[in-house]
């Protein structure tokens, strides 16, 4: 079974490629199945993480909450389980 998870923030304004550089950056250990990373106007970033499991398993790891010089709100999380 495989899981995904997504982890999207929005950058404070003009700082897009700023949070971007800064996900890169953010080493997950272990490392996931696979990690993709997605830019949106409005300076938007979003990570997409896939790893051996169900919906509930623990302890998966996940990018962290950037500091808020660099966001305008808080991170948004979630879980999806595969189906096929």
């Known amino acids: 079974m495989t899981v ?6 929005r950058a404070v304004e003009g700082r ?3 949070l971007l550089a800064w996900t ?11 990690r993709e990373t997605f830019r949106a106007p ?3 970033v979003l990570v997409i993480t896939w790893w051996d499991g169900t919906y509930d398993t623990p302890g998966l790891p996940e990018l962290p909450e950037p500091g808020p ?5 808080a991170v948004h999380r979630w879980r ?3 189906v096929g």
């Open 42 to 44: 409005e300076d938007r």
């Open 16 to 18: 897009g490629e700023d």
């Open 80 to 82: 999806f389980e595969s």
């Open 69 to 73: 010089d660099l966001v305008r709100r």
């Open 4 to 9: 995904a998870l997504m982890w999207e923030a």
């Open 24 to 34: 890169a950056d953010q080493p997950l250990d272990p490392a996931p199945l696979r």
